[in-house]
């Protein structure tokens, strides 16, 4: 089946613009995650979605960065006055559920965003 | 903050020749993941391990893991090309939310042909 899914793949903005980032999920999963990979690093955690809520919003750096997900598949990450800091690639990834624990997370090819 | 840390950065090899990556970290954990990464976008899971298991196979890859020396090690065999890429190791934290995956670094695999 289709994997998971990211719109735009590649975002260019100016300093001070407002952004948004989609992210489709594999049909069924009800986990939702967002992380950030800075050049040369590996991702960084920013936010986690079980069905519709924001279960954990603790990596997200400033309120500047919002992410919602209002029927529990489709999310958007979207980020205010944007700063040449935000620039990263985003990914997200989805699972079929953390009851276990072990639930393997599936990424998506990421949005590459360059703030000008 | 980064959980783990593979060694080494960069590793360069012919087809062919065995790939060792290492990870380690720093708290306890409920299971360690890879990760490859081509290209520097999205991330293709490879293998878990959990805590309570010390070695695991799939495929040509081979990982352990030494839960005392908070250490995991990726083996992949016969190289090719294609394995080029960045491979991370992501960790989930024992008495934390263990769906909040902590990645290291990486290690930038080169196969020459």
């Known amino acids: 089946g289709a994997g998971v899914s990211q719109t735009p793949s590649n975002k260019v903005t100016e300093k ?9 999920p594999i049909s069924g999963h009800t986990a939702l995650y967002w992380y950030r990979q800075s050049l040369g690093q590996g991702p960084e955690f920013l ?12 990596g997200l750096p400033n309120d500047r960065f919002f992410a919602v997900r209002p029927e529990g598949s489709v999310s958007t990450l979207k980020i205010q006055r944007t ?5 990263a690639v985003y990914l997200c990834a989805s699972s079929l559920n953390i009851a276990s ?7 998506g090819p990421g949005t590459r965003l360059l703030v000008l | 903050s980064q959980q783990g840390e593979e ?3 960069a590793l360069s090899i012919q087809e062919g020749e065995n790939a060792t990556m290492n990870c380690s970290y720093k708290t306890s954990i409920n299971n360690l993941q890879w990760y490859r990464q081509n290209s520097g976008r999205g991330l293709v899971h490879l293998i878990l391990i959990r805590s309570n298991e010390r070695e695991k196979h799939s495929g040509r890859l081979r990982v352990t893991l030494d839960t005392s020396k908070k250490s995991s090690s990726l083996l992949i065999t016969a190289s090719r090309a294609a394995d080029t890429a ?12 263990n769906y909040k995956l902590t990645f290291g670094k990486g290690t930038l695999l080169t196969v020459n042909p």
């Open chain 1, 101 to 107: 624990g072990r639930e393997t997370q599936y990424f």
């Open chain 2, 7 to 9: 060694d080494p950065q």
């Open chain 2, 86 to 97: 960045s491979y991370f190791c992501a960790t989930d934290i024992r008495g934390g939310s």
């Open chain 1, 47 to 58: 936010i986690y979605f079980q069905g519709t809520g924001a279960a954990d919003d603790s």
């Open chain 1, 83 to 87: 700063e040449r800091g935000d620039s």
């Open chain 1, 16 to 24: 001070g613009k407002y952004v948004e980032l989609r992210c489709d």
